[in-house]
Structures are given as C-alpha cells and as structure tokens.
Nanobody
Framework: VQLQASGGGLVQAGASLGLSCAASGLTFGDFAMGWFRQTPGQLRVFVAAIDRSGEHTYYAESVKGRFTVSRDNNEKTVDLRMNSLGPEDTAVYYC???????????????WGQGTQVTVSS
C-alpha cells in the first residue's frame, strides 16, 4: 500500500490550503480514508476521516467547521480542504487508510509519508 500526500506548504494565518493523497496498492473503495497530524515531540492525532462510500465524515473538534475531507473513489484520492488556518494547525499531516473508520481513528491503518503544513501568525 502506498499513500502519497501532497499540497503542504507555508501560509499565513487565516489562509486556506488543500492537501491531497493518492492511494495505490489497495482496493480503494474498501478502505476508510483520513488524516492525522503530528507536531514535534507529540503523538499523531486524528484530524478527519471519511468512510468507504464518502457518505459519512468525522472530524476532530479542533478542526470541525474549518476542515473538509472528501474522496474520489474513481481517482483513488482523498483530499483535505483546510480553511481559516491558524498557527495551531502547523504540523506534519499524514494520510491514512484503514478498513473501518473506527480502526482509522485508532491509528490502526496504513500510513503515507506526511506533508508539512506551516501557518505563520
């Protein structure tokens, strides 16, 4: 399984940024997809998840209302649209895939390499 994340970068507070993750080596429609983030010295924390069909989404409280996760099962991609970014959103963002959203949120899935998002104040 390969999960290739892209789209990170440096933005100012209040800006928007989109991340994308391209998946290969798995039957994409059989997997829940999502994102975690990690800051230095801290554990990875859940950000957002979307179920296999794309019908249900889940968010951490800290990003609810600002971030939107979506997927394209034909293109085998999952996106994270991030609005109203703040310095607290600065982290390495990881794409993840798991057989259920429960396993995904428990960090029991496959991982990509991560992409850095830096938000300046």
């Amino acid at each position: 399984v390969q999960l290739q994340a892209s789209g990170g970068g440096l933005v100012q507070a209040g800006a928007s940024l989109g991340l994308s993750c391209a998946a290969s080596g798995l039957t994409f429609g059989d997997f829940a997809m999502g994102w975690f983030r990690q800051t230095p010295g801290q554990l990875r924390v859940f950000v957002a998840a979307i179920d296999r069909s794309g019908e249900h989404t889940y968010y951490a409280e800290s990003v609810k209302g600002r971030f939107t996760v979506s997927r394209d099962n034909n293109e085998k991609t999952v996106d994270l649209r991030m609005n109203s970014l703040g310095p607290e959103d600065t982290a390495v963002y990881y794409c993840t895939a798991a057989q259920t959203t429960t396993r995904l949120r428990s960090a029991l899935g496959f991982w990509g390499q991560g992409t850095q998002v830096t938000v300046s104040s």
